[in-house]
């Protein structure tokens, strides 16, 4: 077990520069999870800390170490595929045992070390057969095995659930959690998926564009989005992001949100961010999860600001657990989440509850939050 | 409504099938013609070929062309037969083939899980070599094993082979191993394995479809070759191609036609037989690639 710091780290391809500078720590025990849209860099990034691609500057530490330079089988590391790279002509035990075989451990002791992981991964019976004649699932729980036995410091995972259908995804997502705090080793794992960095991380890193768009706790992330994108991309349904027009109300900040022109009025809201005193009079981007958006009666009551206003119901949409439910703010669609029984129909007018404790602003221009 | 036309459909594909198997035989009995007559003609006596029709089956069986053919017909000027020629082909194609195999699959693995800065140059200059006439370099060949002290010798000929077969065998692994997944590779060098570990344990045990499309293109082509064998031949290098060709145009006397047919049986012979074994593989390799690649 080891922290893991990651130093103004760079990384080209020629002339294009895929990383661009990243700083990352992250504890002895942790869990960082690399988030970002595809294609930003987040396996460039893993692959760098495994030593499989060479850094243009910058420094990678495990524990007190510098590994910059080091060969990936000398990194204490062990990794996950997103294709598992299972070898296809060995079977899962020489799969599992094929690296200590490499290093020369004897038979008596792999056998060991495999039937030690077997147990632990269930995958006692399937020691025998090649990974052709595995399902997805199970092809999963082997590369995790050949993982595991080497007991690194580090663990990096590259999208290990992306090719699990959805029910098996979320059962290995739980599970990796449960390996993760039964073990405690470090590990740094790659998704685009939001929600799975939102359940598993105990840090989260947002990537776009090969640059750190912020970097903290789950809730930090979710709560307290540094720009625009972070916003967007963490949550399902996203923030709905609606521009308004800051206003001087009662001598207070307020945020008045434009109507339609039709049915619906301008809304104006109370808003009492300090830096929204700078842009009096221009427009701001207002961020709203559909959480914090939603019917008078599912309104969090501790809410220091709850402010009603009707708004016209565009689509209503059951799903379960909630209700949501479409309306148009500010000439854009915004969610709202809504009790699953709430009483509401599609062409009504509702009053909905806005908690403007939970609401964000963002500079239009520069993407970035206001605080 | 549905029956009828169903009905239709059958008897219309009964059509077809039938049409399709009779132009599938006419082929087959085109494409085999010339093998019944070679085979027909190399067991008949000599006068049976001169007086009758080439078509016939024989009226006396006889092996004699066959046993004239490998050892004792007139080679040239030796009345050796085709055997020590057949030799020298087996130990100048055995080697040739398997080592531009080797090094081809070795290339192919450079070019594609170990790429350096003008890896793609490399692989070019590799195909041009595929393309270039082989009379062209017959000359600086000749000043290369001169200088080598080979030519003439079943090593030179081997170096010819081998130096004109890199080029395609390269291309067969490369384009094999473009498919083959990178994250294997990745893997294994995390497991701590090397270059020629990562390559032997892991690569190689998923190579044999490419690997015996390359052996059978490799040896049909040095095994057929006549140009290179022609050229840079000594008495004792002489090789198959050659060899059936000397005794076609041995001028002594007259011309036996059915030792003839017998020796050029016997210089196809061994491409026919790694044809017949490998080619379901052959053609599973070509397959392999076209889907994948
Ligand atoms: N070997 C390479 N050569 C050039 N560009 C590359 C190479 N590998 C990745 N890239 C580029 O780097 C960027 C980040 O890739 P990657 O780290 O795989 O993204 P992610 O895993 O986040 O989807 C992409 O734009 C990709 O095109
Ligand atoms: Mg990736």
Redesign the pocket.
Known sequence: MASLTIENLR?N??A?E??KGIDIEIDDGGFLV?V????????????TIAGL?EITSGDIKIGPKSVSGLHPSKRDIAMVFQSYALYPNMTVAQNISFGMEIRGIDKSEREAAIQKVADMLQIGELLHRKPSQLSGGQRQRVAMGRALVRDPQVFLF??PLSNLDAKLRVDMRTEIKRLHQRMGTTIVY?T?DQIEALTLATKIAV?KD?YLQQFGTPAEVYNDPENMFVADFMGSPSMNLIEATVREENGKAAIQIAGDGAGAGDITLPANTPGLRDHMGGKVMFGIRPEALTDPEGADRTGADIIQQDCLIEVVEPAGSDTFAVTRLGGVEAIARLRADADIHAGQTAPLAFNMTKAVFFDPKTTARIR | MSAPSQDNAVKGSIITRAIIYVVLILFVIYYLLPLYVMLVNSVKPLEEIRSGNMMEFPKVWTLEPWRAAWSYAQIGVEPSGLRPYFINSILMVVPAVLLSTILGALNGYVLTKWQFKGHGIVFGLLLLSCFIPFQIVLIPMARVLGFLGISGTIPGLVLVHLIYGIGFTTLFFRNYYAAFPTELVRAAQIDGAGFFQIFWRILLPSSAPIAVVTIIWQFTNVWNDFLFGASFSDFDSVPMTVALNNLVSSSTGVKEYNVHFAGAILAALPTLIVYIVSGRYFVRGLMAGAVKG
């Not at chain 1, 970002?36 to 692959?47: A, D, F, Q, R, V």
């Open positions: 990384k391809y020629g294009t895929v990383l690399l970002g849209p595809s294609g930003c860099g987040k396996s460039t990034l893993l692959n691609e590259d999208e790659v685009h990537l090969g």
